[in-house]
Structures are given as structure tokens and as C-alpha cells.
């Protein structure tokens, strides 16, 4: 039966395409889920429950406190939002009284604020929270019901389904949001419930119809949780690394930080790390009350163009040292690249010593900035050894590109084109 559902699939995927401009650099935004749950007690927990003002509110914090204009623009609704029943049309509807207004609405209010809205379905009887699930048969109308709504991104979840079920659904709603005419975001949980790796997943098709998709398991509020998420994507990263490009990502779940089990030291590194997967950057926090070591971390402006370079070459680990350090590096835009160095320590800050030359760079001279001591890095010779600090579950960031010099800057075009990127980005310079 396996072989039956490949040929099926192929010939889906022949008329199937979601290329519709979406998503070239990863999505920024806010979800829900990993903070507020399936919250549906409003009586005793007004402000944090799943509801239109719960969206509003971080709406508004999203405008209000320097988020959207970083690039943060999604609100996504995550699981818990329907009402138990269809409407006599056959229709999705959201829990009339926590959704008092109705989606559209809220649709129009996030727009009116220069957002967009991301809404959650899933792909089987039930949501994972035993809401009601799109079938097959309902496909084609939830897709038109989202785009009647104003809906910018689907996130389609793949609870109680089967590998059958999936084959022919993700395939179909590529299909039916493409034939509502509305652009909207595709984001597919179908790998996370496939084990997330070839031969079970196929990820150039994936790339066909889908904008983003989740590989594995939730992200929780802790440490070890993004540890294990971290070991899992770069334990097969020569799987999952290549997948990734323009309009097509690979998801690691959201950002936790300015949550509760992180700390500051811990909140760069998953901010780092994330920037270095080309990861979707959507935090699922608390917007109203966030510590300011949380928030400069998030709006760090360099990890979000390191995380959001054109070029949409995810990143890869590099080296794993018998003392704990791991180092990662990703190629960027204009000759520059990013390295992190990540202290798997538990004992105090350890001093790492290198060359650029030991971590494959060619020979000449870099400089460096450092993204969140927010100093430069003058004069590294390739060849050179430096020695650098790194704390226990910390990171050291390096934005780096090739020194600058008016002769070669005249000399080699990448230098030249180099020296344009860095004058056209003001921000690297002001907050040195
Ligand atoms: C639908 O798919 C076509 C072909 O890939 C694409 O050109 C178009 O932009 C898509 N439209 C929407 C609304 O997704
Ligand atoms: C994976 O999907 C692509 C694109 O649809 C297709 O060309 C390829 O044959 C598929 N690979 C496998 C092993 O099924
Ligand atoms: C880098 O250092 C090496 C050894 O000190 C030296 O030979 C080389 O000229 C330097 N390279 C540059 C581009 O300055």
C-alpha cells in the first residue's frame, strides 16, 4: 500500500505549487501557543485566555514596542480557537464567546495595525486539542472560509490523521488556499508526524507546497527542551540543511524567550542558534510583561539579519570539541558569514582558542562584530589564533566579513559589493 500512496502523491504534486512569493526570508511574528495553551478560562484568567483580546493585545505590543518595525508582523492563532461545532454551512466558526467579534474582525484590526493574522487547522478528525479537525471532504471549504476571513498564514497541524490521510491533505490544501486567489502562508506539520527524515519525508516536495514546516517535536518552556531540539536539527542537518531556501524553511518551533526557564545567557543562545537554522523567528510569549534583557535580545537587530539574509542558506555546525564548545557558521549575503560558538559547559566561562583558518575560512583579514557584546573585532589575520570567552549554555556571535580596504574594495567586486551592504545598513554602525 505504501507504493500506491507514492503514486498518488506524484500525481498530486504535479498540479501542485504554492509558489506565490511568500515567506523568501523566514516568517517573524507571534504565536500563541508555547505561552498561553489551550487558556480557554476566561472567567478566572481574563487576560491570558484564548480570545480576540488576547490577539488585539499583542497586536498592539507589536506596533507600540518597536516589534513590527524589526520585521515581526505575524499574529498567529494557535489551537483552541473554534467553536466545537461547525456552522450549518459546514463551516469552521471561532468560540463565539471568546471570539465575540468573529475572525474577520480581528483580521481587520490586525491589518489596520500593518500586521498580518495566522490562523491554526489540522489535518485529521480532531485539532490535538480535540477541536474539530478538517477531513479531506473539508479541505476545499476551510481553505475558502480563511481566505473569506482575511487569514495571511495556515498552520495545519497533523493530529489524528493517518500517513494515508497526510499524503493526499497537505498536497490538497497547498491546492485549495492557492485556489482561493488570497496569498496566505502554508505551514505544514506533516514531517513532525513522519519522524521528520527521509525516506518518510520527502522534502522537495515539501518545498513545492509548503512556505514552512515543522520537523519535529513542540518546543517547551526549558533549557533542555531547545537543547534537544538543537541536537536533533544538527544531527541531521545533512538531511534537513539542503531542504531549507527562499519560500521553503524548516521549523524548529518557536522562541521561548521572555518566558520562564531560560536564562539570559541561555535566551542568546536560542536566539542565536535560531538566527544561524534560518528559523522562523515567532516567540510565544507574554508581549505585555517582558524583562528588558529578553526584549534587547529579540530585537537584536544584527541576529535578525543574520537570521533573515537573502541568501537563505541555513547554517550548519561545523565542530563538535571533546571541551563542550560547539561552532556553527553560515554563509551570508556579500561575502560575510556568521559563526556561534556554544558552551555545552556547566562549570564557568571557557576559553576557547582558534583561528579562523581552523574553522575553513580562507586566508586574509576580517573583522568581526560581536552581536551581543555589540563591539567590533578588529584585524583577524585567518591564520592567527584569537581566544575568546564563552559562558556555561552561552554563545559567543560573530557577524564577520573581509576587512575593508579602499584598494581592494577597487580591486575585487565581492569586496566592493561588500563595502555597499555594510553602508546600506546603517543599523550594523549605530549600534557599535
Ligand atoms: C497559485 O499558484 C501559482 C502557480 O504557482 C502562482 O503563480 C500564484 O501566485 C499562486 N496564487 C496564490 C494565491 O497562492
Ligand atoms: C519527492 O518529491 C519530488 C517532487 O514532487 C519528486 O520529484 C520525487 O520523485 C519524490 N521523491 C521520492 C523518493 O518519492
Ligand atoms: C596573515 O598573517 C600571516 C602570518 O603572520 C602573514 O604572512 C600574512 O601576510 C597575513 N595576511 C594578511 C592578508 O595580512
Redesign the pocket.
Known amino acids: 500500500t505504501y507504493s500506491v500512496c ?1 503514486c498518488l502523491l ?1 500525481l498530486i ?1 504535479l498540479s501542485v505549487t504554492l509558489d506565490n512569493g511568500l515567506l523568501k526570508t523566514p516568517p517573524m511574528g507571534w504565536m500563541a501557543w508555547e505561552r498561553f495553551r489551550c487558556d480557554v478560562d476566561c472567567r478566572d484568567d481574563p487576560e491570558n485566555c484564548i480570545s480576540e483580546g488576547l490577539f488585539r493585545d499583542m497586536a498592539d505590543r507589536l506596533v507600540e514596542d518597536g516589534w513590527k518595525e524589526l520585521g515581526y508582523e505575524y499574529v498567529i492563532i494557535d489551537d483552541c480557537w473554534m467553536s466545537m461545532l461547525r456552522d450549518k454551512q459546514g463551516r469552521l466558526q471561532p468560540e463565539p464567546s471568546r471570539f465575540p467579534s468573529g475572525i474577520d474582525k480581528l483580521a481587520r484590526y490586525i491589518h489596520d495595525h500593518g500586521l498580518k493574522l495566522g490562523i491554526y487547522a489540522d489535518m485529521g478528525t480532531h485539532t490535538c486539542m480535540g477541536f474539530p479537525g478538517t477531513t479531506l471532504e473539508k479541505i476545499e471549504i476551510d481553505a475558502q472560509t480563511f481566505a473569506s476571513w482575511g487569514v495571511d498564514y495556515l498552520k495545519f497541524d497533523g493530529c489524528y490523521s493517518n500517513p494515508v490521510d497526510q499524503m493526499l491533505g497537505y498536497p490538497l490544501m497547498s491546492k485549495a488556499l492557492n485556489a482561493t486567489g488570497r496569498p496566505m502562508a502554508y505551514s505544514c506539520s506533516w514531517p513532525a508526524y513522519l519522524g521528520g527524515l527521509p ?1 518518510y519525508v ?1 522534502y ?2 515539501l518545498g ?1 507546497i509548503c512556505h514552512l514546516w515543522r520537523n519535529y517535536y513542540d518546543i517547551q518552556d526549558s533549557w533542555d527542551s531547545v537543547l534537544g531540539i538543537v541536537d536533533w536539527f544538527f544531527n541531521n542537518q545533512d538531511e534537513l540543511q539542503p531542504a531549507a531556501g527562499p519560500g521553503r524553511w524548516n521549523d524548529p518551533d518557536m522562541l521561548i524567550i521572555g518566558n520562564f526557564g531560560l536564562s539570559v545567557d541561555q535566551a542568546r543562545s536560542q536566539m542565536a542558534l535560531w538566527a544561524m537554522m534560518a528559523a522562523p523567528l515567532i516567540m510565544s510569549n507574554d508581549l505585555r510583561n517582558m524583562d528588558n534583557s529578553a526584549r534587547a535580545i529579540l530585537q537584536n537587530r544584527v541576529a535578525i539579519a543574520i537570521n533573515q539574509d537573502p541568501m537563505g542558506i541555513q547554517g550548519r555546525r561545523l565542530l563538535q570539541e571533546k571541551s563542550h564548545i560547539e561552532v556553527y557558521w553560515r554563509p551570508l549575503s556579500n561575502s560575510a558569514s556568521a559563526l556561534v560558538f556554544l558552551s555545552r559547559r556547566t562549570d564557568m566561562p571557557y576559553l576557547y582558542h582558534t583561528s579562523l583558518a581552523k574553522l575553513n575560512y580562507e586566508a586574509g583579514n576580517y573583522e568581526a562584530y560581536d552581536v551581543f557584546m555589540g563591539s567590533m573585532v578588529k584585524r583577524l589575520n585567518a591564520t592567527t589564533d584569537f581566544t575568546i570567552s564563552v559562558n556555561p549554555s552561552g554563545v559567543v556571535m560573530w557577524y564577520i566579513y573581509p576587512e575593508q580596504s579602499k584598494k581592494t574594495a577597487t580591486i575585487h567586486q565581492h569586496h566592493k559589493e561588500a563595502s555597499q551592504f555594510h553602508k546600506a545598513k546603517p543599523e550594523h554602525h549605530n549600534v557599535l
Open positions: 507514492v506524484g504534486s525516506p520527502n522537495s516536495l513545492e
